[in-house]
């Protein structure tokens, strides 16, 4: 019984892939005031190493990474045995960029520089989606 209150009560869990560690920083750190627990990594690899080992409710992933791109992850994540919503970062926002999007199942696109208020209800509809 102490584990199912323990889980029922755990904050979520969000997996941040971003190259640029002022913009892992930032969004770290507006993830840990809204009440969310957080990792970040650097590289799509690092965050799939990872996630072998820890269960992600949300991961937020910049587009443009070294080695795998924010898309490729997110398909792979969307085909591992524990799938999460996922959303995508990125200063693109074309139609080619929106149709790879839905092809991968990518639950929002966000567009840099970020809204704060926009990022914030995207993070909670994607955790809450999750749960």
């Known amino acids: 019984m102490g584990d199912h209150v323990e889980n029922a009560s755990r904050k979520p869990l969000v997996g941040v892939v971003e190259p640029d560690a002022d913009v892992r920083e930032f969004i770290q750190s507006l993830l840990l005031r809204a009440g969310y627990r957080c990792e970040s990594f650097v590289s799509a690899e690092r965050f799939e190493s990872s996630a072998l080992n820890e269960h992600f409710d949300c991961l937020i992933t910049d587009r443009d990474l070294p080695g795998m ?11 591992s045995k524990q799938p999460m919503p996922v959303m995508l970062l990125t200063t693109d926002s074309g139609v080619d960029l929106q149709r790879a999007a839905i092809a991968a199942q990518i639950m929002r696109v966000q567009k840099k520089p970020l809204s704060v208020h926009e990022f914030l209800n995207g993070v909670a509809q994607a955790t809450a989606r999750a749960q």
Do not use: M, S, T
């Open 69 to 79: 791109d924010g898309l490729e992850l997110a398909r792979r994540v969307r085909a």
